[in-house]
């Protein structure tokens, strides 16, 4: 049996600088025990401490096979035992005041101050935690900072490494051996990882939005590369000088498809999952929506709550009322606190209007709810309408990527109010012209009845500067609509996993267009929940180019490979449709 390591891509890391300002205030290397007393600022921007708290630093735990890695650990100073909530990433135990996420939080519109800065970046914030009676472990994982050995990039090395420190955080004197997980993002996806290795004393989850699946959600999103956002996020990770990073986007030109044993590492294995969970979405995260969504319909864990917002992640993670609610989650199964938790519907969905009438936490019986059906609206190529009947004949709509608009767009009018909540899809038959591929952006839009399109920050800032980041990008902080992408070569879907409502596609094969040759693809869009009132419109937009834009506004979007005519065919024997989840009665 070959070692996986030996077929993962490794780099060189970076130098570490140790300066106590790169990487955050407390990250100089200092083993030791101290106590940060009420009042304590690590820094003059960040909230002061309301209690005192323990710290360790930089804590030493050996791995299961030998390897050394070292964590940071804020408790309350009290004799009593307490449990511990984790939050395990790549990006450095002390980021939480390194420079370059400071920036983020003023960039969004979140004041430094809401948080201590003692918290990892995207993790839980140790000032309010622990004066709650919980421990908070930051651990440097695998190959960050000082931790010994080389680091990997998301799948079962994490799950397994942050199986030995969950042990070993439960055997602590004062730990009463409960441990759970919280974070967003990359300390979300993680724990999806590690909860699939069973570790005993994991008590409870809680991930705010993340992928589920390296390739499918990260890498490959359609069988579409996106390089530069996945470097972005290996030059977060903050490397040890002597030792080696995985380099995924040269695993994605060598290994291109899924069923590498690289890729297939980097899929959660759902049906292990058993523990409890709080799971945290969203209708608009590009890079996190599909992978939150999956989580929920796959995991094997019987006691699971879904809360689908109308924010970003980081607003919605540090609000201080949702950080009650994960408190009363965390104190019914790691306190044992009768609080009435369990009474808490299994799902908390949200539905946009995208004019300022978004309504939150809305109880459903399940994610889509059981009063949704699925209807089917076709295209017609003469009136560029999405009809309720598919129509006779085929007329075919065709476009080209080097001239004119490069896209074809199609509408309905509402004439009452409709509710969408669930899983839209694409059903498309296309032709390439001149070319043996194609490449497919496809978005749904809310247009008011004048026809405008409507749009929805997610983040608090509102200025001119977020206008410029997000008018041809910055899908995480501007909603603008479900959308989706395929590349028609890898169009194949996998029958097992595959349901009317959700195309997968099994991104284990390429099959190149004959010439003249018409195909039938599917294209998942992102989960929705979304109203449209009498007068407004729906307007599905069929590009050869990225009309989304960048994930992030200081990423580079991908540009299509996309060359000659394009055609889509709309009727007859070609019946092409956008199917929406619709709220009955």
């Given at each position: 049996?070959t070692d996986?390591?030996q ?39 960040f ?35 307490v ?6 990433s790549p ?25 201590s ?27 960050i ?14 799950g ?60 490959m ?26 380099d ?22 759902f049906d292990?999952i ?11 995260n590009t ?25 970003q ?25 009768q ?44 009136t560029?309408?999405?009809?309720d009947?598919?129509t006779?004949?085929?007329?075919s ?19 009452q ?12 038959n296309?032709?390439?012209k001149?070319?043996?591929d ?26 001119a ?24 070569s ?18 284990d094969r ?34 050869a180019?990225?009309?989304?834009g960048?994930?992030?506004?200081w990423?580079v ?18 019946d ?10």
């Amino acid at each position: 049996m070959t070692d996986l390591n030996q077929l993962k891509v490794y780099r060189p890391s970076l130098d570490y600088i140790d300066d106590g300002k790169e990487h955050g205030v407390l990250s100089k290397f200092e083993p030791g025990t101290r106590i940060l007393p009420k009042g304590y600022q690590v820094s003059d921007k960040f909230k002061p401490l309301d209690c005192d708290i323990v710290f360790e630093k930089d804590v030493p735990i050996k791995l299961r096979d030998g390897v050394t890695i070292y964590a940071d650990v804020f408790r309350p100073n009290t004799n009593e035992k307490v449990p511990v909530i984790m939050a395990w990433s790549p990006y450095g135990k002390s980021a939480g005041t390194a420079p370059r996420y400071e920036n983020i939080f003023g960039i969004i519109g979140l004041k430094n101050n809401i948080v201590s800065g003692l918290e990892k970046f995207e993790g839980p914030d140790p000032a309010y935690w622990c004066q709650q009676g919980y421990a908070i472990c930051n651990p440097d994982e695998r190959g960050i900072a000082h931790s010994e050995g080389d680091a990997s990039m998301i799948g079962t090395q994490e799950g397994r490494d942050s199986y030995d420190v969950i042990e070993w955080l439960a055997a602590q004197s004062w730990c009463t051996g409960k441990v759970a997980m919280s974070g967003t993002s990359y300390l979300a996806f993680s724990q999806w990882f590690i909860a699939a290795e069973q570790p005993p004393h994991l008590a409870a989850i809680n991930p705010t939005e993340g992928l589920s699946d390296g390739y499918r959600d990260m890498a490959m999103r359609g069988g579409i590369p996106d390089e530069d956002f996945v470097r972005r996020i290996q030059a977060n990770h903050v490397n040890v000088d002597d030792n080696q990073h995985e380099d995924v986007t040269a695993e994605m030109k060598k290994y291109p498809l899924i069923n590498h044993p690289v890729w297939q590492d980097k899929i959660v294995k759902f049906d292990q999952i058993q523990v409890p969970t709080y799971l945290v979405a969203s209708y608009g995260n590009t890079l996190h929506t599909n992978g939150t969504f999956r989580a929920w319909r796959q995991m094997g864990s019987k006691q699971k709550w879904l809360r689908i917002h109308n924010s970003q992640e980081w607003p919605d993670y540090y609000d201080a009322m949702n950080t009650e609610d994960r408190k009363r989650f965390f104190d019914y199964f790691l306190k044992d606190v009768q609080n009435g938790w369990e009474e808490t519907p299994k799902v908390r969905y949200a539905m946009l209007d995208m004019a300022g009438g978004d309504e939150t936490n809305i109880a459903g019986d399940e994610f889509p709810p059981s009063y949704v059906d699925y209807q089917k609206f076709h295209l017609d190529g003469v009136t560029r309408e999405l009809r309720d009947q598919v129509t006779k004949k085929d007329v075919s709509v065709t476009y080209t990527p080097e001239m004119g608009p490069g896209k074809a767009s199609f509408i309905k009018q509402f004439s009452q109010r409709t509710e969408m909540i669930g899983y839209p899809k694409v059903h498309l038959n296309v032709q390439a012209k001149d070319a043996d591929d194609m490449e497919l952006f496809v978005v749904m839009q809310k247009l008011d009845q004048y026809g405008n399109q409507l749009s929805e920050f997610v983040v608090p800032n509102h200025g001119a500067m977020m206008h410029d980041f997000t008018d041809n990008g910055g899908t995480v902080m501007k909603y603008k609509g479900p959308d989706g992408r395929l590349r028609v070569s890898v169009r194949h879907l996998d029958e097992a996993q595959s349901t009317d409502a959700i195309p997968v596609h099994s991104f284990d094969r390429v099959e190149k267009l004959s010439p003249n040759e018409v195909v039938p693809v599917d294209i998942v869009l992102m989960p929705m929940g979304m109203v449209f009132n009498p007068g407004e419109q729906l307007r599905l937009v069929i590009s050869a180019k990225n009309e989304a834009g960048s994930i992030v506004p200081w990423s580079v979007a991908y540009e299509s490979k996309n060359k000659g005519r394009q055609v889509i065919h709309c009727g007859g024997e070609y019946d092409s449709y956008l199917q929406v989840p619709v709220k009955l009665g």
